[in-house]
């Protein structure tokens, strides 16, 4: 049984900061590659960003590309996805998802790609 856990969301004002984190346990962390996601009020769940099996740089939309960050700690089991030069339109539920992939470098956008999924996390950004 693989269980992602998030961490990290809060209430910060438009410019800040936060940093999420996600802990999985379970199956060997390095076979997934692992993705954020998000899911505004009245809105589809939407890809954000994500980073392969072996880490480097991440793939990321256009809209947080240059301001989010995500990496990877696969000693720790651990994903982060830093977020600096927040803005309203960010207020979001952040998801953390595991994706069981061959591939070390591919990332899937899909929401059906992936393979497991974290509880969420609320990220509010006040302007």
């Known amino acids: 049984q693989v269980q992602l856990v998030e961490s990290g969301g809060g209430l910060v004002q438009t410019g800040g900061s936060l940093r999420l984190s996600c802990a999985v346990s379970?199956?060997?962390?390095?076979?997934?590659?692992m993705g954020w996601f998000r899911q505004a009020p009245g809105k589809e769940r939407e890809f954000v960003t994500g980073?392969?099996?072996?880490?480097?740089?991440?793939y990321y939309v256009d809209s947080v590309r240059g301001r989010f960050t995500i990496s990877r700690d696969n000693a720790k089991n651990t994903v982060y996805l830093q977020m600096n030069s927040l803005k309203p339109e960010d207020t979001a539920v952040y998801y953390c998802?595991?994706?069981?992939?061959?591939?070390?470098?591919?990332?899937?956008?899909?929401?059906?790609?992936?393979?497991?999924w974290g509880q969420g996390t609320q990220v509010t950004v006040s302007s």
């Open positions: 998802a595991a994706a069981l992939t061959l591939s070390w470098t591919i990332i899937p956008t899909s929401k059906s790609e992936y393979n497991f």
């Open positions: 980073i392969g099996r072996s880490g480097g740089n991440g």
């Open positions: 379970g199956r060997a962390f390095s076979s997934y590659t």
